[in-house]
């Protein structure tokens, strides 16, 4: 199979796109391009529009300006293109609930251009792909929720597509079915370039390998999960459990220039639970540890913690103050 990584051309290419509605703009001139063989996270509250981006990028929406062009083909001009080369699953995915899972993929193997033989053959793959053999003959509407989703994906993947726009993909999905399309997703992720939009940042978080933060239309970050978390580097704070005087700590706490602010509460026993924030990215950690020895402090816990895709969402999206 070709390395996907090794194409220097850009799966998705995207310049000064907007669109409106009426008079309000809902993507405004928006710039990115999405390399080949990734899993990239479209991030943002409703309305920040996500999911504009992703309808037109699949060819079911016009722009209002600019142009986007996917596996080379533009959007606008070569739309039919697009489509060959686009597997699409939008949010609430319209699936036909009179029809049996079998019938239905196949059917829709059909409509997106493939002769009997080979959608016959497809159907086949995505079925045992998405483990759908024990409701292959079951009627859609019957289904849990879970198994829809199931068949949403085969549905986008059964043309076999260079590029997948999943919007909101466990949206009402139990955490167990979560996992499973979870693991479906980053399977699919090893053979195709993934564009996957989701309230659910932890799933996000494990799943993409880029970002890409909506905001009122604009992107306000684009970059990978770890790169985001090291621009925050700077607000690592510290958690340590001391026994040890209240006031002595607030002493200690207030003497060490390298604290800009803490926060003491009580903690089990006669230890206290401090939070401290470093000025200037400093790690406090060998510093706390060497004051503990020093004092004689009983020392429990010295930990520097990980920033979180909330917090990293919360921060680029919010004032600098609000943070």
Known sequence: MTDLHADANPMIEVQNLTKYYGGKAAIHDLCFSV?????????GPNGAGKSTTMRILAGYLSASGGTARVAGFDVA?????????VGFMPENNPLHEDMRVREYLKFRARLKGLNTQKSRVRTEDVVEQFSLGDVRNRMIGELSKGFRQRVGLADALVHEPELL?????????????????RQHIKSMGKHHTVLISSHILPEVEVTCTRL????????????TPTALEN?????????????APQEALNQA???MAEVEQ????????????CALTPRDGEDL???????????????????????TLEDIFVHITSPEEDF
Do not use: C, Y
């Open 262 to 273: 803490h926060r003491i509460l009580p903690a089990e026993g006669e230890f206290h639970r």
């Open 77 to 85: 001009r070569e739309s039919n293109m697009v489509r060959r080369q």
């Open 231 to 243: 621009a925050l580097e700077g607000r690592h704070r510290i958690t340590v459990e001391l026994n």
């Open 253 to 255: 706490w207030e003497e």
């Open 35 to 43: 390399p080949r063989g990734e899993i990239i996270g479209f991030l």
């Open 285 to 307: 950690r060998q510093r706390v540890s060497a004051l503990a020895r020093a004092r004689g402090w009983p020392l429990r816990e010295l930990t520097r913690e990980r920033h």
């Open 165 to 181: 726009i999943l919007d909101e993909p466990t949206i009402g999905l139990d955490p167990h079915q979560i996992r499973i399309v």
């Open 212 to 223: 890409l933060i909506f905001h009122e239309g604009n992107i306000l970050a684009n970059d």
